[in-house]
């Protein structure tokens, strides 16, 4: 606690003079900034996926994403929460009725039927998502062909 002299009184008249320390709060409010960027991009991780392979490079994912998962059994799940098939188009309609950004990247295992993830496709497609993209893991550059030894 501070304390200070108040006017020219005798030098009994102390009063309280209260103070704010933000410098623990700073603390705190970094300490929680460095766990919640440490641990966002681990959120999407949480699905098991194994993704296809793609030789192309990918663009930059937006921190503001919607993120469809297929995995292998073919059940589908945004930001970790399962949405039944026959859900999705709903789903969809109703995360981008106040979105400007109407973009929806899809991770769907190698292993998941082909029909699996048109559906996913046209079900978004419905909703009113202008731009679809779908998430890969990079490869190794393929060897140039034509190249004799």
């Known amino acids: 606690m501070a304390f200070g002299k108040v006017g020219q009184g005798k030098s009994e008249d102390y009063e309280e003079m209260a103070e ?3 410098i623990p709060l700073v603390d705190v409010m ?3 900034l ?3 960027m440490v641990t966002a991009p681990l959120s999407i991780g949480g699905i098991k996926v ?4 793609s030789k ?3 663009g930059v994912v937006d921190e503001d994403r919607v993120v469809l998962s297929v995995d292998k059994s073919g059940g589908f799940f945004l930001d970790k929460q399962q949405i039944a098939q026959a859900a999705l188009e709903a789903k969809f309609r109703a ?7 109407k973009e929806l990247y899809i991770r769907a295992d190698t292993a998941v039927a082909y029909g699996k993830v048109v ?3 046209s079900a978004a497609k419905l909703a009113g998502v202008t731009k679809l993209a ?3 893991n990079a490869s190794a550059p393929a060897p140039q062909q034509g190249a004799h030894h």
């Open 20 to 22: 704010i320390n933000i």
């Open 30 to 32: 970094l300490v929680l």
């Open 34 to 36: 460095i766990i919640f």
């Open 50 to 53: 194994e993704l296809p392979l």
């Open 56 to 58: 192309a490079r990918g």
């Open 95 to 101: 995360i981008y009725a106040f979105r400007q950004k």
């Open 119 to 121: 559906f996913a496709m």
């Open 134 to 136: 779908m998430l890969t």
